[in-house]
């Protein structure tokens, strides 16, 4: 039978399409962190949504599961065939065709194996802004920035995927396409059903192709490294730039002094940005308009004066600007270097950062002596990463340490992932936190929409 399938699906894709060489599918069996490794019948990777198609109704007929794979960064094993004894899994990697760029209507049409650089780059060419960005934009592709709901740095002020997509090409999971790729700001007629499948990590249907909203392109970008000494500072200090900036403040990233200090640690030879504080915000804002620059300082000058930051630096050139941004990027590769970590990925109501970071960190560390806490994240939008570096005498597990994290997210009725998604992963967890009914409804989705439970099972139900 699967040589059959392979006969079949080489047929479809071709022998450059086709990988079934141990070493060669290797890569596309491991999850990012390397946490994770699976088995499958073979690496698909077709080159058209017609292609696409017709895998997916060669599997279907065969009876054949199907992880879809993106550009494999993603942290919550959602595209790892982990326990499937018969499965392909199929990467978009050669779908990665800019369709279509309408810069007078702020749109862009691509393969959903286009890398998320290589958008950015196509727009900014063209004079737009394809706001989207986290750290591994450089690899990440489109489709399955789309299937986790991607959020990164600038949710902010543009939102995450979910707001960024006008219209989808899915191939359903009977080889069917459902053509949705509408460049509509408005569109009223009947069920928006691309929601169902932004976020969805694969579950439901393969994404091919997409339609997505671009934006002017800011004209002045400001970026600055404030020090502060509490959380609740952080806040106030987030408040008073909102009320100053407005609808121009597009990030806000907060990391503390020890994710800092471990980054010099392991890069001695950078100098720190500010004298040692608790705590750090950094800020930056974009327009079109001049005078971003002035106004920026004088917020944080406002700031220093009402004691909410302790001090300040603005970037003075794009190298500056870049420099601050590389002390929030690189963390997650100290944290590596490090050691192993429990990650964390939670959100809680704006409000609730302060006194969720302190009542998690005091308990953590009380419990689990030896255990570092490494809290960081976007704090304008709840969404806080809350890594904890395990003690070195091996004394607590990432599942104790979970379990007691996400415990105390629960109370304050926050998220156990703001953006990285359940997929294998958390999938155990899912029912501690979402209530039979809403489980009963995803299930009732997955049921109507893949029947057969051959797209990507045992991911998130």
């Known amino acids: 039978m699967n040589a059959k399938v392979l006969a079949a699906l080489r047929a479809i894709v071709g022998d450059a399409g086709l990988l079934i060489d141990s ?29 696409v198609a017709r895998v997916v109704a060669a599997c279907a007929s065969a009876g054949v599961a199907i992880v879809p794979q993106g550009g494999n ?21 050669r779908m990665r065709r800019i369709r279509a760029l309408d810069a007078a209507g702020f749109t862009i049409a691509v393969d959903a194996g286009c890398v998320l650089a290589e958008v950015q780059r196509a727009a900014e060419e063209a004079g737009r802004l394809f706001p989207l960005s986290f750290a591994a934009e450089g690899s990440a592709q489109i489709g399955g920035a789309i299937a986790t709901n991607a959020g990164g740095t600038a949710v902010l002020r543009y939102g995450s995927m979910r707001t960024l997509v006008l219209g ?5 999971p009977d080889g069917r396409v459902a053509d949705g790729l509408r460049a509509l700001r408005k569109d ?3 069920y928006d059903w691309k929601q169902l499948f932004i976020g ?3 579950t439901l249907g393969i994404i091919t192709g997409a339609v997505l909203r671009l934006f002017p392109r800011p004209r002045t970008v400001a970026t600055a490294l404030a020090g502060l000494r509490t959380l609740d500072d952080a806040l106030a200090l987030f408040a008073l730039l909102q009320d100053a900036l407005g609808e121009t403040l597009s990030a806000c990233e907060l990391f503390s002094e020890r994710t800092l200090a471990l980054q010099l640690a392991h890069r001695p030879e950078r100098e720190r940005p500010l004298p040692e504080h608790a705590w750090y915000l950094l800020i930056e804002a974009g327009s079109s308009l001049p005078g971003l620059r002035d106004a920026l300082e004088r917020a944080l000058g406002d700031a220093l ?19 601050l941004w590389t002390w929030r990027e690189s963390i997650t590769e100290s944290e590596r270097r490090e050691g192993p970590s429990a990650k964390h990925d939670v959100a809680v109501a704006l409000s609730d950062v302060p006194a969720f970071v302190r009542e998690a960190s005091d308990a953590v560390e009380s419990r689990f002596p030896g255990a570092r806490v490494l809290a960081f994240g976007h704090v304008g939008d709840g969404n806080i990463h809350f890594n904890v570096l395990l003690p070195p005498d091996r004394s607590a597990t990432s599942a104790q340490v979970n379990e007691l994290v996400h415990g105390i997210v629960a109370r304050y009725r926050g998220s156990i992932t703001a953006e990285h998604g359940i997929g294998r992963y958390r999938r155990d967890e899912l029912p501690a936190h979402r209530s039979e009914s809403e489980r009963a409804l995803m299930r009732a989705i997955k049921t109507a929409v ?3 439970g051959r797209m990507n099972p045992g991911a998130v139900i």
């Open 168 to 172: 989808l090409e899915v191939v359903l």
């Open 305 to 323: 004066e009402r004691g909410i930051a302790g001090d300040a630096i603005v970037a003075e050139s794009s190298t500056q600007r870049d420099a």
């Open 73 to 93: 960064t993603g942290l919550a094993a959602g595209a790892t065939p982990i326990g499937l004894a018969d499965a392909i899994v199929l990467s978009l990697e």
């Open 200 to 202: 969805s990590e694969g």
């Open 23 to 51: 070493e060669r599918i290797a890569a596309y069996l491991t999850d990012w962190r390397g946490a994770f490794t699976g088995t499958a019948l073979a690496v698909v990777r077709p080159s058209s949504t017609d292609e």
């Open 450 to 452: 893949d029947p057969d």
């Open 188 to 190: 009223n007629a009947g």
